[in-house]
């Protein structure tokens, strides 16, 4: 017999043996004796004298809601390519994810965090899981039941030589792109995917007790579309039951496997939500409840304020034990939780950013913990990440490019880790008061700096208030010039910018960077580059040209570098979709052009050829909703100042001799925030943004626009009012979701060119595949404002995969003027 004080966790509390201390707060550090017996090994005896004789010890409460999960290095998406190309085995693949997600347990265990998710880590995405869990494949891609392979899994996510993908959309107002399920009354449930399982057992053999996460059966099905031949009004949650059942052998299996936490992600409570899809939750875990029985359930919402019928709702759902909120973008839940949050329940408080890169204000963040603590009670307080860490780079440890000063504001997702278990440390009287004075410094530096203010930027941008910057003319007169002077047939063809990046090019740019090669070296190798893209735009006959961007790295990254009040990272990696990473730039102080950023391209692209060449520009909202923004003032302000460096280089553009300009706002639509009365407002600065960057422009010069994927049929009259002569648009993967629009009345009198086929699948689509699409598009627009283009920009693609699909996609659109002459 020996008296320790040992940590007794919730799960472990049916094993106190003595009766008279069963009542004793779980989680917490009490003084035991241990008195192992052949049948009681692991019993724990409180002592009796505990009130007296000894101090009681609350244990450190830190969760993390989800990591990234590509490694630090990329280790993830290398392993993914090189399996996608036959160079690696599945055994190969599998030995890296294994790796990554051992670091990453060992990480968070190593740094104290208490509540370790598992089943975040994914080989593309995590709807995509949850669908292939529940056996939901559709019918094309020929499953024939049974454990789902790597074959069946990314035919879904990419498609194969002969199906389409899955459609594919971003997730809530972020830039990851999630694979959407596609639903109906016949499709058949089943336990297909034992990976939440298999990797819950995987963590527990390497010493760590983690929560599986999963998105939970609402949310999964209020987040499908109907599959091919469903009604659109089709009700998802009609299959609520279908699907419960394979929830409920999962969660079995867990129990049978020693979990005794697990975590539902329902992130579309904090959408506006009718009543009876707000009653499905309460079915859901009222079906679940039982089976739940003996786990630990926390059920997470993020990314916004939660409604208060919906906070209502969670709260009082039957089985749950917490529930995490995210209190850096929700800050109104936070009076839900002041004024009516239910006793005895968990709060896992999201106080540390899950979506952006600033160090937390740890001072502030502890003050709202500690009002929090007489609210829920000091034992059920539980310090979290406001979402997942997926949306942040992985490590500032391998930050070479940033300088000290601006590495002392910011935190990627490993120093959050350590940022929720110092704030977790603080609660419980341990305190690190030089890491806590650190930050508070690194704070005060940040906002006296001179690097952030720029008065000449600011006034400029106020200045701007009051006017609406629309252009003179109408668009269909602006048209009318524009034909005049550009001479394009009907259904005329164009690519949306961006040619493949080949590993030749990839290494120029990094030696220039590396100053391994001069600049007229770089210049030359680009030139030829260049003229490649522009000669084979003219073998295959399209109308305006575009010169591929071999320039370019990233197309916010980009022009971010050639902008004061940006800063960027070595590895500041965060997933889009799949195996694609973005390296989002920093902005971190008034924004403003010092030169021209692609005049001196352009106007060697446009002497190559007599076509018209398209002068390309990210757009102001793309680049704030892809960079990591400023968090010391609102989004808009930041926004215009983009908007006034980005109508610069278009009067540069112009004055150049470039006739047709895109300005590219790819992600306006993921910006839109996802409570419907906040709408109006974003939409008319996003606006207002982009048709600030064109108001100065001849009637002559044609402005285009492009928009990635999303659902625009619900922002169609913002996108009207964006007052630009011709959008590009997603369309072939959403089975032209977006034609519905125009189908349903809408008039849309500019340009307008819906994708005729997929750029993120490998798969090449035939002529008469391409002929049909813009067959169903001129059912419902007018011939003279149709245009043909890819869906989006080819620089992921291979040339043997782009040429193709273009002398397919322009021999459709030959061939159906032929159809329309006659």
């Not at 949306?391 to 440890?397: I, M, N, R, S, Y």
């Not at 073998?539 to 040209?545: H, K, P, Q, R």
């Not at 692209?605 to 398209?614: F, G, L, S």
Request: hydrophobic residues 40%; glycine residues 6%; proline residues 5%.
């Amino acid at each position: 017999m020996k008296k320790e004080l040992v940590k007794i966790h919730a799960h472990e509390c049916r094993r106190v043996v003595n009766s008279a201390h069963t009542g004793m707060n779980c989680d917490q550090i009490y003084p035991v004796t241990i008195s192992p017996t052949p049948t009681t090994p692991n019993s724990y005896h409180f002592d009796s004298d505990l009130p007296s004789f000894y101090p009681t010890y609350r244990s450190m409460a830190s969760h993390i809601v989800g990591y990234p999960r590509m490694g630090p290095k990329r280790e993830l998406k290398f392993a993914l390519e090189s399996f996608w190309d036959g160079k690696t085995t599945a055994e190969d693949l599998q030995k890296v994810s294994a790796d990554l997600r051992s670091s990453i347990w060992k990480q968070m265990s190593d740094a104290g965090i208490k509540y370790i998710p598992s089943n975040t880590f994914s080989h593309y995405d995590q709807v995509l899981d949850t669908t292939a869990m529940l056996g939901a494949v559709p019918p094309r891609y020929n499953w024939n039941g049974g454990e789902i392979g790597f074959d069946t899994y990314f035919s879904m996510a990419r498609g194969n030589a002969s199906v389409p993908a899955m459609e594919m959309t971003k997730w809530f107002d972020t830039n990851y792109h999630f694979i959407v399920p596609e639903l109906g009354p016949e499709v058949k449930f089943s336990y297909a995917s034992h990976k939440a399982v298999n990797e819950y057992k995987e963590a527990k053999a390497l010493g760590v007790d983690t929560v599986p996460v999963f998105v939970g059966p609402v949310s999964y099905l209020l987040l499908s579309k109907p599959a091919r031949g469903v009604e659109k009004t089709f009700d998802f949650l009609s299959l609520l039951d279908k699907i419960l059942p394979i929830y409920k052998e999962v969660i079995a299996e867990l129990k049978a496997a020693g979990a005794s936490w697990i975590q539902f992600d329902e992130a579309t409570l904090v959408k506006d939500l009718e009543p009876y899809q707000l009653e499905a939750f309460t079915k859901a875990y009222s079906d679940l409840e039982s089976t739940c029985s003996g786990l630990n359930v926390i059920v997470a919402t993020y990314f916004a304020d939660i409604p208060a019928d919906a906070f209502k709702t969670l709260t009082t759902l039957p089985g749950v034990t917490g529930y995490t909120f995210d209190l850096v973008r929700g800050e109104k839940t936070l009076e839900l939780i002041k004024s009516s949050f239910p006793s005895g329940k968990y709060l896992f408080a999201g106080v540390v950013d899950g979506r952006n890169i600033w160090a937390n204000d740890l001072a502030g963040s502890l003050s709202v913990l500690e009002s929090l603590e007489g609210i829920v009670g000091k034992d059920k307080l539980v310090v979290s990440t406001s979402s997942s860490l997926l949306h942040t780079a992985v490590d500032l440890v391998n930050e070479t490019k940033l300088d000290d000063e601006i590495k002392s504001w910011l935190a990627f997702a490993a120093q959050k880790v350590v940022e929720v278990n110092a704030l977790a440390k603080a609660l419980v009287g341990q305190k690190d008061e030089a890491f806590f004075a650190a930050n508070a410094a690194a704070l005060a530096s940040r906002k006296c700096s001179p690097r952030v203010n720029n008065e000449a930027v600011q006034k400029a941008a106020v200045a701007l208030r009051g006017n609406d910057h629309r252009r003179a003319t109408n668009v269909s007169a602006r048209l009318d010039a524009q034909q005049k002077k550009l001479n394009l047939p009907i259904l005329p063809t164009t690519t949306i910018g961006s040619f493949p990046q080949t590993i030749e090019l990839r290494r120029v740019r990094r030696e220039y960077k590396a100053k391994k090669i001069s600049e007229e070296e770089y210049v030359k190798a680009i030139k030829e580059e260049i003229f490649k893209v522009v000669q084979l735009q003219e073998e295959l006959d399209i109308d305006v040209l575009v010169h591929g961007e071999p320039e370019r790295n990233d197309m916010v990254e980009y022009f971010g570098e050639q902008l004061s009040g940006f800063a960027f990272t070595a590895n500041g990696w965060v997933q889009s979709y799949g195996s694609r990473c973005v390296k989002p730039p920093i902005i971190y102080g008034d924004v403003s052009r010092p030169k021209a950023m692609t005049v001196f391209w352009s106007t060697m692209a446009q002497e190559m050829t007599k076509r018209p060449m398209k002068g390309m520009l990210t757009g102001p909202v793309t680049i704030l909703n892809w960079s990591f923004v400023r968090n010391d003032q609102p989004r808009f302000e930041t926004c215009y100042q983009i908007a006034l460096a980005i109508k610069d280089e278009v009067e540069d553009l112009e004055k150049a001799g470039i006739t047709v300009i895109q300005i590219d706002e790819a992600a306006l639509r993921e910006g839109l925030p996802l409570r419907k009365a906040e709408h109006a407002f974003y939409l008319d600065w996003a606006v207002h943004s982009f048709r600030i960057t064109n108001v100065g422009v001849q009637d002559t010069t044609q402005i285009h626009t492009h928009m990635c994927y999303s659902n625009f049929n619900d922002i169609i009259h913002s996108i009207i009012d964006m007052d630009a002569d011709v959008i590009t648009i997603e369309n072939s993967r959403s089975d032209e979701k977006l034609l519905s629009v125009f189908r349903e009345g809408v008039k849309y009198g500019a340009g307008i060119g819906p994708g005729v086929y997929d750029i993120h699948s490998p798969r090449i689509p035939s002529m008469e595949e391409i002929h049909d699409r813009i067959n169903k598009m001129l059912a419902v627009l007018e011939t003279n404002i149709l245009w043909v283009n890819p869906d989006c920009g080819l620089k992921t693609r291979k040339y043997g995969e782009v040429k193709p699909a273009l002398e397919a996609m322009v021999t459709a659109a030959k061939k159906l003027r032929a159809e329309l002459a006659k």
